[in-house]
């Protein structure tokens, strides 16, 4: 590990890490380098960043912020950092794992707004789209409701007899 070359590695990874509550430890053994190049940009385009380095490098990096990934660490090992949106990065690896007949990347654990977890929360998490799509599905709730609330104050005030619309004053 005295390497210089391991050293700045390790340096560049801890920079990376730095600030990151969400990210995810994928096999990605497998993939060709184009499906591999596909699969940067697709997670890019989510907001995170793949990461491939040695397990001992990951493993370093990840106990220099008092986490212990050693058990998921076994085979070849990337980190999938997710800057802005959990979910959609979730999703892309799911989607880019389901585009192939090995199903890889394989997912191997992850840690998620600063908690670890296990594969059955990241494939869940997944599921549920895009923090876009979300907030989306939000306010498409929230208008209806509001469409709603409005009806029923306008049925109230004629039941009262105010009518002090324009219309009515018009």
Avoid: C, W
Wanted: charged share 20%; net charge neutral; no cysteine.
């Amino acid at each position: 590990m005295a390497n210089a070359r391991n050293q700045q590695n390790l340096s560049s990874l801890q920079g990376s890490l730095s600030g990151i509550e969400t990210f995810y430890v994928v096999d990605y053994q497998g993939l060709t380098a184009g499906q591999l190049s596909r699969l940067r940009k697709d997670i890019r385009e989510k907001g995170g960043q793949l990461i491939v380095a040695k397990n001992t490098l990951i493993h370093l990096a990840l106990q220099g912020n008092g986490q212990d990934f050693s058990d998921s660490l076994k085979g070849p090992s990337a980190l999938v950092l997710a800057h802005d949106d959990p979910a959609g990065v979730a999703k892309t690896l799911s989607d880019a794992a389901k585009g192939n007949d090995r199903g890889i990347p394989a997912m191997k654990g992850g840690l998620v707004e600063g908690r670890r977890v296990d594969v059955a929360v990241i494939e869940r998490l997944a599921s549920l789209g895009s923090k876009q799509s979300l907030q989306g599905e939000f306010v498409g709730v929230l208008s209806s409701h509001l469409s709603s609330f409005v009806g029923i104050l306008e049925a109230y005030q004629e039941k009262l007899g105010g009518g002090g619309s324009a219309e009515a004053q018009g």
